[in-house]
């Protein structure tokens, strides 16, 4: 069975500053998707960045990109020049080609300080 | 504005009752699915639904029990065999399922056994 680790359980970060969130997985699959997902204080989570498995190029949208890493199994979260708004849980998450659910991971809380 | 809306955002059970959350999406999206999320594990799946009349247990279906009559509805209902049921239950719904694009959430239901 796939799963997805997030070995920091909290964050913490200066405005403005740049912020690297971890995750690795195991899976024995070649063709799959990861995704970030934010969940801010009000529980909604939020789709951050996607990444498949079979693109070398690393996934961005504006201050946030991910560092893929497929033979290490790794798929960080970058976010750059941080906001207040940033804080939140952020979860990543696994899903094989064709499969029915997202397996994530334990999640990690941010916290963005003034 | 198309979405997916849980009700209610809170939920209060007493011992041995069963209550039911409700999750309604107008996305037109074929998969649902149904998570629980606890402090420190992420979220699990309890159940999901690629089409109507039809659906299979998650990770942890045990205690839980789901329709999907609707393609627009898939209510989950807690029975009185869960032994922890206290929890943030989410559900979500996707395009068809093997989507890479990932899920849309609902905002959730806080549930707590008083």
């Known amino acids: 069975a796939q799963t997805v680790t997030q070995s920091q359980p909290e964050m913490s970060v200066q405005e403005a500053e740049t912020v690297t969130l971890s995750c690795t997985y195991d899976?024995?699959?070649?063709?799959?998707?990861l995704f970030w997902y934010k969940q801010p204080p009000s529980r909604q989570m939020i789709l951050v960045i996607r990444?498949?498995?079979?693109?070398?190029q690393n996934a961005t949208e504006n201050r946030f990109s991910v560092n893929f890493q497929k033979a290490a199994k790794s798929f960080s979260l970058k976010i750059s020049d941080s906001q207040l708004g940033d804080a939140a849980m952020y979860f990543c998450?696994?899903?094989?080609?064709?499969?029915?659910?997202?397996?994530f991971g334990q999640g990690t809380r941010l916290t963005i300080n003034p | 504005d198309g979405g997916i809306t849980q009700s209610p955002k809170y939920l209060f059970r007493k011992e041995g009752q069963n209550v039911t959350l409700s999750c309604e999406q107008n996305?037109?999206?074929?998969?649902m699915y149904w998570y629980r999320q606890d402090p420190g594990q992420g979220l699990r799946l309890i159940y999901y639904?690629?089409?109507?009349?039809?659906?299979q247990k998650g990770d942890i279906a045990e205690g839980y029990s789901v329709s999907r009559e609707k393609k627009e509805s898939f209510p989950l209902t807690v029975t009185s065999a869960q032994k922890n049921p206290t929890a943030f239950y989410l559900c979500?719904?996707?395009?068809?399922?093997?989507?890479?694009?990932?899920?849309?959430f609902g905002s959730g239901t806080r549930l707590t056994v008083v």
């Open positions: 639904s690629q089409i109507v009349n039809d659906f």
């Open positions: 998450a696994y899903r094989s080609r064709g499969a029915q659910k997202l397996v």
């Open positions: 990444q498949e498995a079979y693109k070398q």
């Open positions: 899976t024995s699959e070649s063709d799959y998707y």
């Open positions: 979500a719904s996707s395009i068809r399922t093997g989507s890479d694009y990932g899920y849309t």
């Open positions: 996305l037109n999206h074929d998969a």
